[in-house]
Nanobody
Framework: QLQLVESGGGLVQPGGSLRLACAAS????????VGWFRQAPGKERERVAC????????YYADSVKVRFTISRDHDKNTVYLQMNSLTPEDTAVYYC??????????????????WGQGTQVTVSS
């Protein structure tokens, strides 16, 4: 079964950290760019970060720059999102998705054909 599974979400206090994981099964992520997205209640899904297949190029939304770091481990076939200095505005369901190419050009909401179940991140005191 081909799927991406997100994990690592939870409840954290403002200023805290979480590390999300996006694990692939049934296929390799090595030759594709992978992105993290989030959707807060009542808001549109947005791209948060993306990493190219080789890991040399990364993209971050302005709202998470400096605080979030995307990385990948080819041996584990997994992409991570390290989230630091979390604020209540980061509360959302986080999803990962892969593109069709090594670069992030098509790792945008409109180009993603299917989504996993996501992982809930709640930042609250």
């Amino acid at each position: 079964q081909l799927q991406l599974v997100e994990s690592g979400g939870g409840l954290v206090q403002p200023g805290g950290s979480l590390r999300l994981a996006c694990a692939a099964s049934g296929f390799t992520l090595a030759n594709r760019a992978v992105g993290w997205f989030r959707q807060a209640p009542g808001k549109e899904r947005e791209r948060v970060a993306c990493i190219s297949s080789g890991g040399l190029f990364t993209y971050y939304a302005d709202s998470v720059k400096v605080r979030f770091t995307i990385s990948r481990d080819h041996d584990k076939n997994t992409v991570y999102l390290q989230m630091n200095s979390l604020t209540p505005e980061d509360t959302a369901v986080y999803y990962c998705a892969r593109g069709q190419y090594p670069s992030c050009e098509d790792v945008v909401v409109q180009q993603i054909a299917s989504w996993g179940q996501g992982t809930q991140v709640t930042v609250s005191s």
